[in-house]
């Protein structure tokens, strides 16, 4: 995809600046009204600090619809219905033209800017002492490596892309943005390693149990819904080839588990197990009834850990990273606007080729087809319609549109 970055990137900047240049206007009189927002009331401490972490990962999780599509729709298993517009077709045919908005880098440039934003005033607040360094290490690390990760995906979809680490701030920074140049996909990848590799706190988990920002809210925990450091350098390396240092991430995050003093956990968190009774290994295909197809399991066993909260073993015990969907906030699951022909638009659907290829395997059971395929899908009236993606244990309806956003998971 070949995109005019920096016209596209100055315009939105321009338009964020007018929105909030409010905040560098003094009113006649000297007086600071109490409900007038200012800059200066932000980053003054921790509590300061989480709350811009956790805005910048609710703007990320704007992202799903773009990634998803940028993704599934331009490969092989996943195509348009008869209901998409002439813009998906044309990302599914790898025919864009440049007016075509699935292809706006701009979604991503926004949740960076915010990310340069945040990751200067940790390190101020580091150097005067507002933030400790140890809060610093973590929320720096957390977002240092988040803004990595979108880095990583505008180098995949759009090859050679601006590299903008500083944050902008005024008109003046606007005007130089045209001096950005793009850089190739091997540079980027260069400069992401190394800033990602010097990152001071590169753990699994991106806080520890007991951090504040670790909490149980509306039936789902937060811990995972922070970027997996690991990972992330982990797909670096492997993008750059360096399969010996992508492994050593890889393995990291698969053995985090080992010592836990829970055998459950240390046994079957992140690995490939068979259904022993528990919740924690539960996420095999199963039958009420051995060789009994019509026994499927549709609330139990695999499908069960796409729909489970966050706090459900099953879930746990598969995925790194993912990020919950309120079902009373907007903006709900966009996926149920892309898969649903009942509470959404029904614009994509599995592709021929995925349900073929899964109805020509055969399991060990004898049952002729990976049913890994049932569950991922639902045949309806109007075609079969993709639930791995909208799946949830409160049953989707026109006022229920959670979820969640499954970024990185073990299997």
């Given at each position: 995809m ?6 596209k990137v100055i315009?939105?900047?321009?338009v ?10 003094k009113k ?6 109490e409900?007038?927002?200012d800059?200066?009331?932000a980053?003054?401490?921790?509590t ?9 990962y609710?703007q990320?999780l704007?992202l799903?619809?773009t ?14 219905t008869?209901n998409a ?5 044309q990302?599914a ?5 440049k ?13 960076i800017l915010?990310?340069n934003?945040?990751?200067k005033n ?6 005067d002492?507002?933030?400790s360094v140890?809060?610093?290490?973590k929320?720096?690390?957390d977002?240092g490596a988040?803004r990595?990760w ?11 892309v ?5 944050p ?6 606007i ?9 190739s996909?091997?540079e980027l990848?260069?400069?992401?390693i190394?800033f990602t590799?010097?990152?001071p706190y590169?753990?699994?988990y991106?806080y520890?149990?007991?951090n ?5 809210i509306d039936?789902?925990?937060t811990?995972?819904?922070?970027i997996?450091?690991?990972?992330v350098?982990?797909d670096?390396?492997l993008?750059?080839?360096n ?5 050593e991430?890889y393995?990291?995050?698969?053995n985090?588990e ?8 240390a ?14 290994n539960?996420?095999a ?6 060789q009994?197809?019509?026994?499927l ?13 966050n706090?459900?073993n099953?879930?746990?015990s ?8 309120s079902?009373?906030?907007?903006p709900g699951n966009?996926?149920?606007e ?5 509470y959404?638009?029904?614009l ?10 899964w109805?020509a395997q055969?399991q ?6 990976d049913?890994?395929?049932r ?6 009236a ?5 639930t ?9 309806t026109?006022?229920?549109?959670g ?5 990185y998971?073990?299997?």
């Open positions: 070949k995109m005019d970055f920096n016209k315009a939105l900047l321009a964020a600046l007018l929105a909030t240049g409010s905040w560098s206007c006649i009189i000297d007086e600071e009204p409900a007038t927002l800059v200066s009331n980053y003054r401490n921790s300061d600090a989480d709350a811009a972490v956790i805005g910048i609710g990320f704007g799903q619809k990634y998803i599509l940028q993704n599934e729709l331009r490969a092989d298993l996943v195509n348009v008869a517009d002439p813009y998906l077709k990302l045919n790898h025919s864009v033209t007016d075509n908005p699935y292809i706006d880098p701009r979604p991503y440039y926004k949740v915010n990310c934003d945040a990751l940790f390190q101020l607040m580091r150097d002492f507002r933030m140890d809060d610093y290490n929320h720096y690390s977002i988040l990595s979108i880095y990583l995906q505008l180098g995949i979809q759009y090859g050679s601006p590299y903008i680490t500083n902008v701030e005024n008109v003046d920074d005007k130089n943005l045209s001096a950005y140049p793009r850089i996909f091997e990848l260069t400069k992401l190394d590799e010097k990152l590169k753990e699994v991106a520890p149990t007991g504040p920002l670790v909490i149980t039936g789902n925990n811990q995972k819904i922070f997996c450091k690991p990972f350098l982990g670096l390396y993008w750059s080839n399969y010996l240092k992508a492994a991430n393995s990291k995050i698969l985090v080992n010592n836990n003093t829970n055998i459950n956990i046994f079957d968190s992140y690995k490939v197990v068979y259904y022993g009774n528990s919740g924690y539960d996420q295909v199963r039958y009420a009834k051995y009994d197809e019509s026994t399991l549709y609330d139990q066993g695999w499908k069960s850990m796409f729909s489970a909260q706090t459900n099953v879930w746990n598969e995925f790194f990273w993912g990020i919950p969907y079902s009373s906030f907007k966009p996926m149920i892309l898969c649903s022909p009942v959404g638009k029904y994509i659907k599995p592709s021929k080729a995925a349900i073929d290829n109805n055969r060990n059971s004898g049952i002729p087809y049913a890994r395929g569950l991922s899908y639902e045949t309806t109007t075609g079969p319609a993709i791995k993606l909208t799946d949830n244990i409160i049953p989707v026109n006022l229920n549109k979820g969640k956003w499954g970024i998971r073990a299997g």
